[in-house]
């Protein structure tokens, strides 16, 4: 059964970098779409971004260039880089994994069967 376990949050300074890594085991995380979630203070949780098995990505508006999700199959480990950061950005994030939409990931919760616990990320002024 496949598990998630993120790591690489942390307090970083407003405009700084930070990568964020979800490594999976139980089974080769080669075979699921992967998405990124995060939880702003006080709101629900939103989507980030999310990348197919062949590598296709797709962004929500609010990340696109300051964001890149990519995968390691032989590593079974996937990442989420952030440049730019700013207070917005502080939140848990999550990763998460689903069988469906090989092909052309979604960034939507209903899709995902696999969630990890998250990793928190602090942007400081």
């Known amino acids: 059964q496949l598990q998630l376990v993120e790591s690489g949050g942390g307090l970083v300074q407003y405009g700084r970098s930070l990568t964020l890594s979800c490594a999976a085991s139980?089974?080769?995380?080669?075979?699921?779409?992967i998405a990124w979630f995060r939880q702003a203070p006080g709101k629900g949780r939103e989507g980030v971004a999310c990348i197919d098995v062949i590598g296709g990505t797709k962004y929500v508006d609010s990340v696109k260039g300051r964001f890149t999700v990519s995968r390691n199959n032989a590593e079974n480990t996937a990442y989420l880089q952030m440049v730019n950061l700013t207070r917005d950005d502080t939140g848990p994030y999550f990763c998460a994994a689903s069988g469906n939409s090989l092909l052309d990931c979604r960034i939507d919760q209903r899709e995902m069967k696999t969630w990890g616990k998250g990793t928190l990320v602090m942007v400081s002024r």
């Open positions: 139980g089974s080769p995380l080669a075979t699921y779409t």
